[in-house]
């Protein structure tokens, strides 16, 4: 079973800040990682798709990158709107994996 | 708009089996390959199992929590996903979802199992 461990798992931030999260799987999944965030009482929301790719109605602050083993959330200029909880998800091989998951808050 | 519905949650006591039902509207549910997601009350979110589209082979693969327990299927003809989960534990208490390829998540179905 491949391990995701996101880093931090806490991180409370200013709005207008940058903000990073991190997902490294225990062995090499080539691009097959996503990125999901979720509000308290919702449902997850699909952000970055294998890795980079955006995803329909998602704004241009967030981005994606890495390969292999390592990959990168990024939140350009965060948004109060933005505070969530985020988890990383792999489909390079079976079962399926979720990273723990970061909570941002705003400060 | 692409929209998945789940049903079938509700409160039952350990032993007993529960159906739940995703259905999914706004895509070609035939070539979608559909999953079960769960979420333990606070908890992060753990992967139950996925099936394949009945053109890839209509297999499913599960975690190892639910293996022998849980069977996930699908009806084409009514874009519908099933998840039975039989011998239910007060540990697969949680909010069910169904998700749509990589994409597309449904709103969840609690499910309580407490004696």
Not at chain 1, 7 to 34: M, N, W, Y
């Amino acid at each position: 079973e491949i391990v995701l461990t996101q880093s931090p798992d806490f991180q409370s931030v200013t709005p207008k800040e940058k903000v990073t999260i991190t997902c490294r799987a225990s062995q090499s999944i080539g691009k097959s990682l996503h990125w999901y965030q979720q509000k308290p009482d919702q449902s997850p929301k699909l952000i970055i798709k294998y890795a980079s790719q955006s995803f329909s109605g998602v704004p241009s602050r967030f981005s994606g990158s890495g390969s292999g083993t390592d990959f990168t959330l990024t939140i350009n200029s965060l948004e109060a709107e933005d505070a969530a909880t985020y988890y990383c998800l792999q489909t390079s091989s079976l079962p399926r994996t979720f990273g723990q998951g970061t909570k941002v808050d705003i400060k | 708009e692409v929209q998945l519905v789940e049903s079938g949650g509700g409160l039952v006591k350990p032993g007993v089996s529960l159906r739940l039902s995703c259905a999914v509207s706004g895509l070609t549910f035939t070539n979608a390959w559909m999953a079960w997601v769960r979420q333990a009350p606070g908890k992060g979110l753990e992967w139950v199992g996925r099936i394949k589209s009945n053109t890839d082979g209509g297999t499913a693969d599960y975690a190892a929590p639910g293996k022998g327990r849980f069977t996930i299927s699908r009806d084409d003809s009514k874009n519908t996903l099933f998840l039975q989960m039989n011998s239910l534990k007060i540990e697969d208490t949680a909010v069910y979802y169904c998700m749509a390829g990589v994409e597309y998540w449904g709103q969840g179905a609690l499910v309580t199992v407490s004696s």
